[in-house]
T-cell receptor, first 109, second 113 residues
């Protein structure tokens, strides 16, 4: 069973920031938080990961709470191409990813 | 970069037939993962290999499913005999051992009639 809880769907206006929440209250000390997304009919795509510090790359920012029980993926300026299902996954050193149902993000013009 | 290559992209077969799905990982990657995706169950990890050795096959649904990785550049997932409930999209992904990013192929859409 997936160790994370995400809202099933969200909407965002094009050009605005998209903030996708994820709860992982049972996360262990050595487990990472990963975010992937899946655009319709394509394979999943890695976005970002983190352990306890906030992380930023060219795609997104990851904010992890101090107790590590939740996190937020931020797409700073969402575009129509960011419409996808976003998966938040918790995994340990074996990098074995257990996928939940994700959040379906719709970016609207 | 060619990315992860999967073949065929689409497969339609009849119940009872043998199905073989193929995957070529990214050159230099030494971990390979097979996933299955359905509407009902989402994305499920079936099996993964490190350095061509199967590490965890606990997700393989039953004995009808088998996977091999004879060398670092090729893997197969075989279903024999196939059943309608095996209809799904099968993804292959590769990474470096211990790497944080898995690279997914385009998937094989399998339909078993």
């Amino acid at each position: 069973d997936a160790k994370t809880t995400q809202p099933p769907s969200m909407d965002c206006a094009e050009g605005r920031a998209a903030n996708l929440p994820c709860n992982h209250s049972t996360i262990s000390g050595n487990e990472y938080v990963y975010w992937y997304r899946q655009i319709h009919s394509q394979g999943p795509q890695y976005i970002i990961h983190g352990l306890k510090n906030n992380e930023t790359n060219e795609m997104a920012s990851l904010i992890i709470t101090e107790d590590r029980k939740s996190s937020t993926l931020i797409l700073p300026h969402a575009t129509l191409r960011d419409t996808a299902v976003y998966y938040c996954i918790v995994a340990g050193n074996n990098r074995k990813l257990i996928w939940g149902l994700g959040t379906s993000l719709a970016v609207n013009p | 970069d060619a990315g992860v290559i999967q073949s065929p992209r689409h497969e339609v077969t009849e119940m009872g037939q043998e199905v073989t799905l193929r995957c070529k990982p990214i050159s230099g990657h030494n971990s390979l993962f097979w996933y299955r995706q359905t509407m009902m169950r989402g994305l499920e990890l079936l099996i993964y290999f490190n350095n061509n050795v199967p590490i965890d096959d606990s997700g393989m649904p039953e004995d009808r499913f088998s996977a091999k990785m004879p060398n670092a550049s090729f893997s197969t997932l075989k279903i024999q005999p196939s059943e309608p409930r095996d209809s799904a999209v099968y993804f292959c992904a590769s990474s470096l051992v211990g790497g944080n990013e898995q690279f997914f192929g385009p998937g094989t859409r399998l339909t078993v009639l």
